[in-house]
């Protein structure tokens, strides 16, 4: 469900649903276009981690039915919370920005509430989602002008008042891994991503690192011991399937780099930062 570009965005005026009722007492001169900001930045977080099925009409929905929805005022600051909380979403609300702007460096979303500024006259919701030297990334969802949606750092410290912080990485970023070898002393690169601290290789890769070779039977990845594996890998050897550990990013399988045990006759330890991949014959 991650993603390397940015996280869903979706705009409150969408006339998918603009004209929609958000209100607990029957107002229809309330609708998520002209009030639904909250309902909005939550279900984009939600599209984002978890279900792209989910849009702000469900959003909206949800938060009018639990009681999350002010007779007058738009959205009460306990929806957020309830919300993530039901859609399995961790999410930590503060009043502290040097702690949301930490977040953001670390490629969290955190949604955020604001007072008079550049964003509202009023009071508004926006979803912040990264940092580029001085700008803020935002997806506001009652604009796309730039100046609102790459935003000076100096406004949303003076203008933020409330932060919903979402400590679970939108995006992952493809890097070069070295692994050394304690075979023979060498560093190998491979592609690899880093989640939540875990490093996973890029599954063609394993043939850099073993001595594998890594097809498919149709959408089902196989694996090819020209020695000797939740994704389901097809061991051709032994004509079964092996789980492992794996995220999908643009259409490439990255396998958990410690699941590689499972896979083929090495041993993945490290020496301090650096990870290391050792030969074990005893496995093969």
């Given amino acids: 469900m991650k993603t390397t570009n940015s996280p869903i965005e979706y705009e409150q005026t969408d006339s998918r649903w603009r004209n929609i009722m958000y209100s607990p007492i029957g107002n229809r001169a309330d609708t998520i276009g002209n009030s639904g900001c909250g309902p909005t930045c939550a279900a984009m977080v939600v599209a984002t981690l978890r279900d792209r099925t989910v849009t702000p009409k469900e959003a909206a929905s949800w938060a009018i039915a639990k009681g999350h929805v002010s007779p007058y005022d738009g959205t009460y600051w306990s929806f957020f919370e309830a919300y993530m909380a039901v859609n399995k979403i961790p999410c930590r609300r503060t009043d502290n920005v040097d702690m949301a702007i930490d977040a953001l460096k670390r490629n969290y979303m955190v949604i955020t509430s604001v007072g008079r500024g550049i964003w509202t006259s009023g009071g508004h919701f926006i979803l912040a989602y990264g940092i580029v030297g001085n700008k803020i990334k935002i997806h506001d969802p009652n604009s796309e002008a730039s100046y609102r949606e790459l935003a000076n750092l100096t406004n949303y410290r003076n203008e933020a008042v409330q932060f919903w912080i979402i400590p679970e990485a939108w995006m992952v970023q493809i890097k070069n891994l070295q692994v050394k070898s304690l075979d023979n002393n060498a560093n190998i690169s491979v592609n690899a991503v880093e989640i939540d601290g875990t490093n996973y290789v890029k599954l063609r890769d394993m043939e850099k690192l073993t001595s594998v070779k890594i097809g498919n039977e149709g959408a089902v990845p ?19 399937n ?16 410690r699941d590689l ?23 093969v």
């Fill in 222 to 240: 196989t694996i090819k011991n020209d020695s000797v594996k939740d994704l389901s890998v097809k061991d051709l050897d032994k004509k079964q």
């Fill in 261 to 283: 045990e499972k896979l083929a006759p090495v041993d993945i330890g490290n020496e301090g930062a650096v990870p290391t991949i050792k030969a074990n014959l005893k496995k």
């Fill in 242 to 257: 092996v789980t492992v550990a794996a995220v999908n990013v643009a259409g490439t399988n990255y396998v958990k780099l």
